[in-house]
T-cell receptor
Framework: GENVEQHPSTLSVQEGDSAVIKCTYS??????FPWYKQELGKGPQLIID?????GEKKDQRIAVTLNKTAKHFSLHITETQPEDSAVYFC???????????FGPGTSLSVIP | DGGITQSPKYLFRKEGQNVTLSCEQN?????MYWYRQDPGQGLRLIYY???????QKGDIAEGYSVSREKKESFPLTVTSAQKNPTAFYLC????????????FGPGTRLTVL
């Protein structure tokens, strides 16, 4: 069935450095790829998303890239800050499929 | 102010009791979902509903039940048949048509005493 893999499972970076989280998906029909940030004890928040007709999207310090041929997509956070520490989930979905498929999550720690 | 609300935020239950978690949305979304999250783990789909009066089992439906009598509401009942119900429960809803932008509620933490 549909599957989304996510790496790494944990990531520690120094404040100010960049962080990269990578995901791969199995369903070639997937056309929407959101990223969520989950702080401790809270629900996941949608932080950025990308659609299949776009290769890259940027929003301030956050960017996502998509390689449809390789079925890869990545989240890039530049100039990391302690408040970026959280669990990040990637996901994939298709127009015709009821569910959103989530990756297992990456726990990001930004060390001051 | 549109969004998804879940209540209560914390819930304690004795073994053998059923308990119902509330989820309400005013986003006019057709689809609603329930996920379970265990500590340090990802999201596992319990049940989802694409339309009023219809719902489907997710990956871990055993021991849970749902209803969808209104578009805005999708309550989840954790029954006594659920062997390990202590977890963080998340409700979500999804935009209708086209790509499915999914939004989450703040969650309910259920603890079985």
């Amino acid at each position: 069935g549909e599957n989304v893999e996510q790496h790494p499972s944990t990531l520690s970076v120094q404040e100010g450095d960049s962080a990269v989280i990578k995901c791969t998906y199995s369903d070639s029909a997937s056309n929407y790829f959101p990223w969520y940030k989950q702080e401790l004890g809270k629900g996941p928040q949608l932080i950025i998303d990308i659609r299949s007709n776009v290769g890259e999207k940027k929003d301030q310090r956050i960017a996502v890239t998509l390689n449809k041929t390789a079925k890869h997509f990545s989240l890039h956070i530049t100039e990391t800050q302690p408040e970026d520490s959280a669990v990040y989930f990637c996901a994939a979905s298709t127009t015709s499929y009821d569910k959103v498929i989530f990756g297992p999550g990456t726990s990001l720690s930004v060390i001051p | 102010d549109g969004g998804i609300t879940q209540s209560p935020k914390y819930l304690f239950r004795k073994e053998g009791q059923n308990v119902t978690l509330s989820c309400e949305q005013n986003l006019n979304h057709d689809a609603m979902y329930w996920y379970r999250q265990d500590p340090g783990q990802g999201l596992r789909l319990i049940y989802y509903s694409q339309i009023v009066n219809d719902f489907q089992k997710g990956d871990i439906a055993e021991g849970y039940s749902v209803s969808r009598e209104k578009k805005e509401s999708f309550p989840l009942t954790v029954t006594s048949a659920q062997k390990n119900p202590t977890a963080f429960y998340l409700c979500a809803s999804t935009t209708s048509g086209g790509v499915k932008e999914q939004f989450f509620g703040p969650g309910t933490r259920l603890t079985v005493l």
